[in-house]
């Protein structure tokens, strides 16, 4: 029951980030693209994911999340190199010991299209932290690890 309390209570917090928590079995999860860009044949994407389980037993909520960046087609090159070429290149950033720190904010412009977006991850930590704390939770934040 509690643990409907807490995925409600992030819910109506998070309401204008796209995406919401959804219950897979047992482990409520978010995914979010963050960024996309689509230019001619090439596609960038970068994604936010977190997920939390609410262990009834122990009290306990658990929390993880990470970033994930996927680059496909013409100009996949490089992180920053828009050069022409065919290729594939995908990267992963995870959380450190504290969790992911500070806002993502990008401004670019390629072909003449500008390009930008900001996010901030730590904002939805700390929404699930709260909620926690508020319903009598301990809160665990755990860096690589499944759930």
């Given amino acids: 029951?509690?643990?409907e309390t807490v995925l409600k209570t992030v819910a109506e917090e998070?309401?204008?980030i796209p995406g919401t928590f959804a219950d897979k079995k047992g482990i409520f999860c978010m995914d979010?693209?963050?960024a996309e860009r689509k230019v001619l044949l090439s596609k960038q994407k970068l994604s936010y994911t977190a997920r939390f389980k609410v262990?009834?037993?122990?009290k306990e909520v658990t929390f993880t999340e990470k970033l994930t960046e996927t680059k496909a087609g013409l100009g996949a090159g490089g992180m920053d190199d828009f050069g022409s070429g065919a290729?594939?290149?995908k990267s992963r950033v995870v959380s450190g010991p504290g969790g992911l720190e500070g806002v993502i904010d990008?401004?670019?412009s390629l072909f003449g299209k500008k390009f930008d977006?900001?996010?901030n991850y730590k904002?939805?930590?700390e929404t699930v932290k709260k909620a926690a704390e508020e319903n009598g939770y301990a809160f665990t934040y755990k860096i690589w690890t499944k759930l």
Avoid: W
């Fill in 14 to 16: 998070l309401n204008d």
């Fill in 1 to 3: 029951m509690a643990a």
């Fill in 106 to 108: 990008q401004q670019s």
């Fill in 117 to 119: 977006f900001s996010f």
């Fill in 87 to 89: 290729g594939f290149r």
């Fill in 32 to 34: 979010t693209v963050i």
């Fill in 123 to 125: 904002r939805v930590r």
């Fill in 55 to 58: 262990d009834e037993s122990a």
